[in-house]
């Protein structure tokens, strides 16, 4: 029998701890840059949104146009009626035929393993009762790439490890350790992601342009003007 030292256990939770610690920085690091980024596309939209709709406007008229004297083809009505029939028949959707009998045994299993009346704390029945309601979700989109993905999640899981002796304490703090090395590496993606996103770059650019004494957005929407001004131009000309 394998024996547990109690130096090991003591620093497998100080990386627990430490793990946590840098989980809540990252977690919190990334929703503050998030609002930060939708806050500044809602500025965006108030302040170029109608532009932009407006320059929208008038080059679907200059389409319509241009459709009207032969220059440009027109769309097939065949086409947007096959699109809205795929839309209206759920093609693309989840497939709702009648479970599977491997489905309905996955399903099984999965709600015996992790259902959240054999949790033995608050935290782990939260957890099993997230699972759960994916496990649900999954079972009802007939989804069973999902409920596998979910299974074996649930079996690395720290909770899936059953028993009160040391080496079964022991594997469910290698397995948290693990989780939360994966959630820190989630997080970090997550904020390379949001870095690297559209908008991120827009707003960095209107940082630097601030910096440097002028507006983006001003620039922006005068830049957006000229353009409905020779769009509009040239539908007149096509009238």
Same mark, same amino acid.
């Given at each position: $029998? *394998?024996?547990?030292?109690? /130096?090991?256990?003591?620093?497998?939770?100080?990386?627990?701890?430490?793990?946590? &610690?840098?989980?809540?920085?990252?977690?919190?690091?990334?929703?503050? !840059?998030?609002?930060?980024?939708?806050?500044?596309?809602?500025?965006?939209?108030?302040?170029?949104?109608?532009?932009?709709?407006? *320059?929208? %406007?008038?080059?679907?008229?200059?389409?319509?146009?241009?459709? @009207?004297? &032969?220059?440009?083809?027109?769309?097939?009505?065949?086409?947007?009626?096959?699109?809205? %029939? &795929?839309?209206?028949?759920?093609?693309?959707?989840?497939?709702?035929?009648?479970?599977?009998?491997? !489905?309905?045994? +996955?399903?099984?299993?999965? #709600?015996?393993?992790?259902?959240?009346?054999?949790?033995?704390?608050? %935290?782990? @029945?939260?957890?099993?009762? /997230?699972? $759960?309601?994916?496990?649900?979700?999954?079972?009802?989109?007939?989804?069973?790439?999902?409920?596998?993905?979910?299974?074996?999640?649930?079996?690395?899981?720290?909770?899936?490890?059953? &028993?009160?002796?040391?080496?079964? #304490?022991?594997?469910?703090?290698?397995?948290?350790?693990?989780?939360?090395?994966?959630?820190?590496?989630? =997080?970090?993606?997550?904020?390379?992601?949001?870095? @690297? /996103? %559209?908008?991120?770059? =827009?707003?960095?650019?209107?940082?630097?342009?601030? #910096?440097?004494?002028?507006? !983006?957005?001003?620039?922006?929407?005068?830049?957006?003007?000229?353009?409905? +001004?020779?769009?509009?131009?040239?539908?007149?000309?096509?009238?």
């Amino acid at each position: $029998m *394998l024996t547990v030292r109690p /130096s090991e256990t003591a620093e497998l939770r100080d990386q627990i701890a430490k793990l946590e &610690g840098e989980f809540s920085e990252k977690r919190a690091a990334a929703e503050s !840059l998030q609002i930060e980024l939708q806050r500044f596309q809602a500025r965006y939209l108030r302040e170029l949104g109608r532009e932009y709709a407006d *320059l929208a %406007a008038v080059q679907g008229a200059i389409e319509e146009a241009e459709v @009207r004297l &032969g220059v440009r083809p027109a769309v097939d009505p065949a086409d947007e009626s096959d699109e809205a %029939a &795929g839309s209206e028949t759920g093609e693309g959707c989840s497939n709702q035929a009648e479970p599977s009998v491997d !489905l309905k045994r +996955m399903f099984r299993d999965i #709600a015996k393993a992790i259902h959240p009346d054999r949790a033995h704390n608050t %935290a782990a @029945r939260d957890r099993r009762h /997230s699972l $759960m309601a994916e496990a649900n979700r999954a079972y009802a989109d007939r989804d069973e790439d999902r409920l596998r993905l979910i299974l074996r999640v649930w079996e690395r899981s720290p909770e899936s490890v059953p &028993g009160d002796d040391p080496e079964a #304490a022991r594997i469910r703090l290698e397995r948290r350790v693990a989780e939360l090395r994966e959630q820190v590496l989630a =997080l970090d993606l997550e904020l390379v992601d949001l870095a @690297r /996103s %559209a908008i991120a770059k =827009l707003k960095q650019r209107a940082d630097e342009a601030a #910096a440097d004494g002028w507006d !983006l957005f001003a620039e922006m929407r005068r830049q957006v003007r000229r353009e409905i +001004m020779t769009a509009k131009f040239r539908l007149t000309g096509l009238q």
